[in-house]
């Protein structure tokens, strides 16, 4: 079983930037993802990192401005956020899953507990 922890989260003007952390530990070389939930919204998927960090996946909404990443040998993933707009507004939550990555968020097996992101305009 793997234990995440976020951190990184906080109140930023729209263009701005932060960066999100997601400490891990237990077995730790797993897929590695971030999902976003806006107030009344379902938990989306932003994007994700493969064990080895030589492949990720994005959605579109986030392609260009974030960046997922990796050091496994800090058991640690991240997700560099710039750009943002208002919409990016939502808990962001780190996951963590076996084999490839896939998008749904009934796949993942592991979840943090979150950390606020807020965009303001």
């Known amino acids: 079983q793997v234990q995440l922890v976020e951190s990184g989260g906080g109140l930023v003007q729209a263009g701005g930037s932060l960066r999100l952390s997601c400490a891990a530990s237990g077995r730790t070389l797993y897929t590695m993802g971030w999902f976003r939930q806006a107030p009344g919204k379902e938990r989306d998927f932003v994007a994700a990192i493969n064990w080895s960090g030589g492949s990720t996946v994005y959605a579109d909404s986030v392609k260009g401005r974030f960046t997922i990443s990796r050091d496994n040998a800090k058991n640690t993933v991240y997700l560099q956020m710039n750009s943002l707009k208002p919409e990016d507004t939502a808990v962001y939550y780190c996951?963590?899953?076996?084999?490839?990555?896939?998008?749904?968020?009934?796949?993942?097996?592991?979840w943090g507990q979150g950390t606020q992101v807020t965009v303001s305009s």
């Open positions: 996951a963590s899953k076996g084999g490839f990555i896939t998008i749904p968020t009934t796949s993942w097996g592991s």
